[in-house]
């Protein structure tokens, strides 16, 4: 039973492009959602998140793009950089403390210089 | 900047073996959880803590597993009767009561289980 589905193991983008990552959930109750980013031998690590009220939140190259209706959500780099090279991770929960993260598989990115 | 701190970073044990993974979250967090990672998995949720008591569980959580917070600072997870498929990466997490939401993890501690 995936919740939150993350169809794309892996993206290879050149420095400087746009690298977008993208993200599917099922769950209708889930009205925050996180990405993560994870380099190997380290614990997830708190990139940017989004509220169910709003379709957009953004900090510096990070953006993250919410359709409610399509039940989906994706995270653009711009401009990506080697050291953006990690896998990324798509959560969901309930926008309330305490509430269990659901995670999506991952999308190993590459950028490449 | 604050962070989560796990020790020990790896930890083998035999099966059936007693464990205790140790956590310090972030000092003004109020929420502590725990999170594995299987091999090639995703990242699971485990359990959820507040106020010296469990918020929320997995399936996964069962009675092998306890959750403690024996002091002001340091949060741990033990597994009472290990088994091979226990081996994974074990993240603790930290949270603020209200207004953000954002979990923050630690570096983890790989269980391997013989």
């Known amino acids: 039973d995936q919740q939150v589905k993350q169809n794309s193991p892996s993206l290879s983008v050149q420095e400087g492009r746009i690298s977008i990552l993208n993200c599917d959930y099922t769950n209708s109750m889930f009205d925050y959602f996180l990405w993560y980013k994870k380099y190997p031998a380290e614990g997830p690590t708190f990139l940017i998140s989004?509220?169910?009220?709003?379709d957009k939140n953004e900090d510096g190259r990070f953006t993250v793009f919410l359709n409610k209706s399509a039940k989906h959500l994706s995270l653009h780099i711009v401009p990506s950089q080697p050291g953006d090279s990690a896998v990324y991770f798509c959560?969901?929960?309930?926008?309330?403390?305490?509430?269990?993260?659901?995670f999506g598989k991952g999308t190993t990115l590459s950028v490449s210089s | 900047e604050p962070e989560v701190t796990q020790t020990p970073s790896h930890q083998v044990t035999q099966m059936g073996q007693e464990v205790i993974l140790r956590c310090v979250p972030i000092?003004?967090?109020?929420?502590f959880y725990w999170y594995r990672q299987i091999l090639g998995q995703k990242v699971e949720f485990l359990v959820s803590f507040y106020n010296n008591e469990i918020s929320e569980k997995s399936e996964i959580f069962d009675d092998q597993f306890s959750v403690e917070r024996p002091d002001g600072s340091n949060f741990t997870l033990k597994i009472r009767s290990t088994k091979l498929e226990d081996s994974a990466m074990y993240f603790c997490?930290?949270?603020?009561?209200?207004?953000?939401?954002?979990?923050?993890f630690g570096p983890g501690t790989r269980l391997t289980v013989t």
């Open positions: 997490a930290s949270s603020e009561r209200t207004g953000r939401y954002e979990q923050y």
């Open positions: 989004i509220s169910s009220i709003k």
């Open positions: 000092s003004n967090h109020l929420y």
């Open positions: 959560a969901a929960s309930v926008n309330q403390a305490g509430t269990a993260l659901i």
